[in-house]
């Protein structure tokens, strides 16, 4: 992200989401080696980033979004829904892992198909509702954009390691 990008919420949450999907790949390379504490470790990983990444959309851009019209109420619901599933179908994987006998293929097609619909609910917000936000007049946009960072960094000290 060069400077200016970080004036703006698009290049801020997307470049969350690349950091995402990077965390997704060390999950599914632990999964695919049958590492089960690594898995666990890298879903744990995904499941605090992408709660702190929901929590800053519905603090901070839902309602700046507030009265932008009928599709984006639309899309509103859809993101919603999306939020609620995916900390849901992660939390279940990450008991899955837990179990006395792990099903690590079963697994590795549930976070297949969680990282499927990341896939398109990202896609979605970087194409009609992160531009909204940066389309706010310049003073609320700077705003949102120190109150998102402000929230993004908030991980549980767990999230960091060595
Ligand atoms: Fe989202
Ligand atoms: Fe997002």
């Known amino acids: 992200m060069d400077e200016s990008d970080s004036m703006f919420p698009a290049a801020l949450l997307a470049t969350d989401h690349q950091e995402l999907d990077g965390l997704f790949l060390e999950g599914e390379d632990a999964l695919h080696r049958g590492d089960v504490d690594g898995a666990h470790s890298a879903l744990d990983r995904i499941w ?3 709660a702190v990444h929901i929590r800053a959309e519905h603090k901070v851009l839902f309602p700046a979004l ?3 019209g009928a599709e984006w109420e639309g899309h509103l619901q859809t993101l919603r829904v999306d939020h609620d599933f995916f900390m849901a179908a992660l939390a279940a ?3 899955a892992l837990r179990g006395p006998v792990a099903d690590l293929p079963l697994i590795e097609v549930s976070i297949q198909s969680i ?3 990341l896939t398109a609910h990202n896609a979605l917000e970087e194409s009609r509702v992160y531009p909204l936000a940066d389309s706010l007049p310049s003073k609320q946009r700077q705003q949102m954009v120190g109150e998102l960072a402000w929230e993004l960094a908030f ?3 767990r999230y960091r390691r060595d």
């Open 155 to 157: 991980l549980p000290d």
């Open 93 to 95: 994987s990450l008991q």
């Open 66 to 68: 507030a009265g932008s």
């Open 115 to 117: 990282r499927d619909r």
């Open 48 to 50: 605090m980033r992408l």
